[in-house]
Each structure stands twice: as structure tokens, then as C-alpha cells.
């Protein structure tokens, strides 16, 4: 299994990024796939999540601001990431979660910095 996550970089605030995240070695379509990320000190948190079906759920933290979407075909999952703050630099990490098992698996992780 392998997840992997590129996109990150470092922007100023107010500026964006896009995240994108390569699965391989899961049955995609049984996956709830979901972005987290974790700043230093801090606990890590989910950011957004998408089902197969496109069914969506978001921190409060990055509604309006931040989109997740997947391409079920190429086996890929998207985090778009608007009106970026100081505050969501953190390692963002891809993670996909079997519907039916509850099995996870983790991406490595990319380092998103916003500068003010």
C-alpha cells in the first residue's frame, strides 16, 4: 500500500496550494479517503474527508476556504487550499480508511507553511 502526497511548499498568507495524493495497492472504491495534518506541539487533526460517492465533511477550521475531491478512476484524492493562514501550516497527511474493515493506511506527509 502505498499513499503519496506531493503539493506542498511554502506560500504566503492569502495565497493557495493544491495537494494531491496517489494511492496505490487499495481497492479504491472502499476507501473513505481523508486529509489530516499535524503542526508541531499540536495533536494530529482531520481536515477533510470524501466517501466514494463524493459525500464530503470538513474541520470547521478550513470551510470555504479548502476542497477535497477524488478521481476514482486514477485512484487520486485532491485537497485545494484557499485563503491560506498562517495557522494551517502544518505536515499535511493522506490517509485512506476501508469502509468495511476500518483498516487505515497512512501517506508519508508534506510540509505546507504559510508565511505572514
Known amino acids: 500500500v502505498q499513499l503519496q502526497a506531493s503539493g506542498g511548499g511554502l506560500v504566503q498568507a492569502g495565497g493557495s496550494l493544491r495537494l494531491s495524493c496517489a494511492a496505490s495497492?487499495?481497492?479504491?472504491?472502499?476507501?473513505?479517503m481523508n486529509w489530516y495534518r499535524q503542526a508541531p506541539g499540536n495533536q494530529r487533526e482531520l481536515v477533510a474527508g470524501?466517501?466514494?460517492?463524493?459525500?464530503?465533511t470538513y474541520a470547521d477550521s478550513v470551510k470555504g476556504r479548502f476542497t477535497i475531491s477524488r478521481d476514482n478512476a486514477k485512484t487520486m484524492v485532491y485537497l485545494q487550499m484557499n485563503s491560506l493562514k498562517p495557522e494551517d501550516t502544518a505536515v499535511y497527511y493522506c490517509?485512506?480508511?476501508?469502509?468495511?474493515?476500518?483498516?487505515?493506511?497512512w501517506g508519508e506527509g508534506t510540509q505546507v507553511t504559510v508565511s505572514s
Open positions: 490517509n485512506a480508511r476501508n469502509r468495511v474493515t476500518a483498516i487505515e493506511y
Open positions: 495497492g487499495i481497492i479504491f472504491d472502499l476507501n473513505t
Open positions: 470524501i466517501t466514494r460517492g463524493g459525500i464530503t
